[in-house]
């Protein structure tokens, strides 16, 4: 059943003497988990929710201070009710201080792919990568754009295309076989929701005919992001370009490469950024500057130190009824151009101009014949003067 009413929309998750805890959607595609103290009426923390992505994402960051007794009322409570309404994946930067029941660090789980590294780190790592073949990143630079809005996305577009665009892309991206799959047999709308969420930030990249070769997408909250979807076409370059004793090393390096060219594009972001390594392929991030858990590299936001903690599990009742929303919204409409209805047959004015400036000459010619040599006024005479009209 999917939600009814006008937007935005809440579900109470929790509410009493002390503390709220809502999920507000602000449209289909956009929703977040709101907790409010009443003692002190303040807003303790949002976390963003990305419903397609199984994904709940949020940075305590104490912005707004609340007493010690209070965050130790809250925190049990909102770690109890998200687990049990949302579940999926849910990830929190909370200040080192802090413990969240029910959920875990990184490293004291046996999930070992998930990275972090800050956007400085990044973009001095993935930029001495890129240095190295300054000539490819030219070219690239010179033939590929990143887009980074939804309305540019979709400008001139049909919808339907353009998200089909991105499913046919994921053979050549790297994509792994369990992540394309997901894909390819997700509906219009789910594809969709992935760059209409308004906390979600992206990057698409598409060549000089305005086709999808790339994207990356990120969940931001105070100073801190989530990245997903990361994915470029490996034919942009070819991989003889690359030195390498055998083709499969040559195609490492052009993967470890184009990687690079995107994840420095997502520095932009000026983020602390968290990442799930693709299975099979840790090494790749771990190259281009991410760390694993703990690592040697801590966030830290005025000086103060952050830790990551974490919780999977499976899809709870309340994401599942946020997808399902998703899913019962109407099929888009086509939005390609609609063929012109062929224009209305046209009157040859000059034509038939040209025939009267034709007869009226001849028409003068014959009457001057006849009053200069006296030439009877005979149909037939008179016709002999007269050319056939082509």
Known sequence: MALSGSYPKTISLHNDSRVAIDIISEGPFTSYILVKSHTENKIFTKLIIDPTDNTVFGAITNDINLDEKEVKHILPILSAKIREHLGAKEFIIVPETYHVEKFKTPEATTFDRLRYSSWRRLNWTTHNILKLNPELRQHLDKHYRMIKTEEALMQGMDSSERYAEIGRILGTTGFTAGKQKEYEQEELNGKMSRFKND????????????????????????????????????????????????????????????????????????????????KGREPLYNAVGFNAF??????????????????????????????????????????????????????????????GVTFAAVGLFAYTMIKRKGITNDAGTINTLIPKLK
Do not use: H
């Open 294 to 355: 703990p690592g040697l590299f801590q966030f830290y936001v005025d000086g103060r130190p952050f830790k990551t903690v974490m919780s999977l599990g499976e899809p709870g009742p309340t994401l599942k009824l946020l997808q399902e929303n998703i899913r019962c919204l109407p099929a888009p409409t086509s939005e390609a151009k609609p063929v012109p209805a062929p224009a209305a047959p046209q009157t040859n004015y000059w034509r038939y101009a040209k025939y």
């Open 199 to 278: 906390n979600v930030k992206f990057l698409i990249m598409v060549d000089n005919n305005n086709k999808i070769v790339g994207m990356i997408r990120g969940l931001l909250r105070n100073g801190f992001c989530y990245l997903s979807d990361e994915v470029i076409n490996q034919d942009l370059l070819e991989f003889n370009l690359f030195p390498g004793k055998t083709e499969e090393e040559q195609k490492a390096k052009r993967q470890l490469f184009l990687f690079s060219y995107l994840i420095n594009a997502a520095t932009c972001l000026d983020s602390n950024f968290l990442i799930i390594a693709a």
